[in-house]
């Protein structure tokens, strides 16, 4: 694929740049993506050319329902999803696992890209891994839906300007509304219906004329009545709208913030017609000018933002106390006694700053000689000890947003048969920041000595 810039006016830089796409679909589906140096930002941009003929509804159907599911980027989210399941398969050794059986062009897709019966549950517009990321998708081609209607009735329908009534019998218009193709999608028509006559099909070299249709008597004066010069051939195929021009910005929800979606508008019903000076082929060709609202980063500043921030988060994420300052967490006791299948004991943790924790108990293993305690050596809880919970959540305090406080509770489940009471266990306080980098890692919060009674 070529690349795409913009013209006129554009800025100097890299703005736009193509990549190349690869299509499969026998309706002769082609596509082309252009992307921001936002990579975030996927302006996709599809021709097709459906089944022709009157009665062949249910194939350009099934040309649209190809498409969507079989159009497909390497460079795509699902893309690269697909891959790592593909990897995962080969290590697990399951060799062609994910391969379309058949190869040829379709060799890296599987069933479930197709739709089969083991397919995934379809996206909220039925398009597959291609369309699915674009912001903005602009599908324009010659689908060759026809009119519902005598050759005769639809040529004396748009001579005469009739395009609103011609449009109800539609194929196009009643296939979308019934939800089979083009699903997500609009057509530019700010009028509700066309306001320009049906692009096909025209005898080629003919020019289109206007002609004063002679009122009646006593009716005032006439009125201009086009001549279009449909097919004149014994076939005299129903004129209709084959050539057509589909869009849509971002799909919705696809965005935490309103206001980084792609939109998509049309000014005038005018900026959707065809162009009837053209003769040298039996189609009028169609064009829409859109309006598309795409949001814009100055990435240094986004970068230096961002940085800011993150280093706002870690340095209020509870880093290690200094020296002589409160504790970030305290307990409400320090020492502990359980009676053996009696009513539980609880001790109070309490966040002192503004920060939120994890917070996670383990027990301490005693040092050598039983006298001390190694910190950050974890043990088992004792079989006779019930602590609950043993990992939560511990808010910051009621000012910053939260509650601050916790219960930890805590049971002897037995005594262990034996003329003395279990040695006492110290149970030690993990904390762990909740909005912190992982790079801040875990600190010792307070702990509290638990013996039986």
């Known amino acids: 694929m070529s690349e795409g810039r913009p013209s006129g006016g554009a800025p100097s830089g890299p703005l736009w740049y193509g990549r190349k796409a690869r299509a499969t679909a026998d309706s002769s589906g082609l596509a082309s993506t252009a992307e921001r140096a936002d990579p975030k930002r996927r302006l996709m941009f599809v021709n097709s050319h459906f089944a022709a003929h009157q009665e062949r509804v249910e194939e350009r159907n099934e040309h649209y329902s190809k498409i969507v599911r079989q159009l497909h980027f390497r460079n795509t989210s699902k893309a690269a999803s697909k891959q790592r399941q593909q990897q995962q398969a080969?290590?697990?050794?399951?060799?062609g696992a994910g391969c379309y059986p058949g190869g040829g062009a379709d060799a890296d897709l599987d069933p479930a890209d197709l739709g089969g019966p083991d397919a995934p549950a379809a996206e909220p517009e039925d398009h597959g891994p291609g369309m699915t990321d674009a912001a903005l998708l602009v599908w324009a081609g010659d689908?060759?839906?026809?009119i519902n209607a005598s050759y005769a009735d639809v040529r004396a329908g748009a001579c005469a300007g009739r395009l609103a009534e011609l449009f109800q019998l539609d194929?196009?218009?009643?296939?979308?509304?019934?939800?089979?193709?083009?699903r997500g999608l609009r057509e530019p028509l700010v009028a509700e219906h066309p306001v320009f006559v049906p692009t096909y099909k025209f005898d080629k070299g003919v020019p289109a004329s206007e002609q004063l249709v002679p009122a009646a008597e006593g009716a005032g004066s006439g009125r201009s009545r086009l001549n279009l010069p449909y097919d004149t051939s014994e076939k005299q195929r129903v004129p209709a709208w084959t050539d057509r021009v589909f869009y849509r910005g971002s799909r919705p929800g696809s965005h935490d913030v309103a206001a980084e979606e792609v939109s998509v508008?049309?000014?005038?019903?005018?900026?959707?017609?065809?162009?009837?000076?053209?003769?040298?082929?039996?189609?009028?060709p169609v064009y829409a000018l859109l309006q598309v609202q795409l949001p814009a980063y100055k990435q240094d500043q986004k970068r230096r933002f961002c940085l800011a921030a993150a280093a706002a988060v870690h340095a209020s994420a509870a880093p290690p106390p200094p020296p002589g300052s409160a504790p970030a967490v305290v307990a409400s006791a320090?020492?502990?006694?359980?009676?053996?299948?009696?009513?539980?004991?609880?001790?109070?943790?309490?966040?002192?700053?503004?920060?939120?924790?994890?917070v996670e108990v383990v027990v301490e293993r005693s040092a050598a000689g039983g006298s001390s305690y190694a910190p950050g050596a974890a043990a088992p809880l004792?079989?006779?000890?019930?602590?609950t919970p043993t990992r939560f959540q511990l808010p910051a305090p009621p000012g910053c947003g939260g509650h601050g406080a916790m219960r930890v509770q805590m049971r002897a489940l037995r005594g262990d048969g034996g003329s003395r009471p279990p040695d006492a266990v110290r149970l030690r306080f993990i904390l762990r920041p909740m909005y912190g980098m992982a790079t801040l890692g875990s600190s010792v919060g307070p702990s509290v000595t638990v013996s039986m009674a």
């Open 265 to 284: 508008s049309v000014s005038a019903a005018e900026d959707y017609t065809c162009v009837l000076e053209v003769n040298d082929s039996d189609h009028k």
């Open 90 to 95: 080969d290590a697990w050794g399951r060799p």
């Open 143 to 146: 689908f060759n839906y026809r």
């Open 171 to 182: 194929q196009c218009r009643a296939e979308m509304e019934k939800g089979a193709v083009f």
């Open 334 to 358: 320090i020492s502990l006694q359980v009676r053996p299948n009696g009513s539980p004991s609880h001790v109070d943790l309490r966040s002192t700053g503004t920060a939120s924790f994890i």
């Open 382 to 387: 004792p079989s006779w000890l019930e602590v």
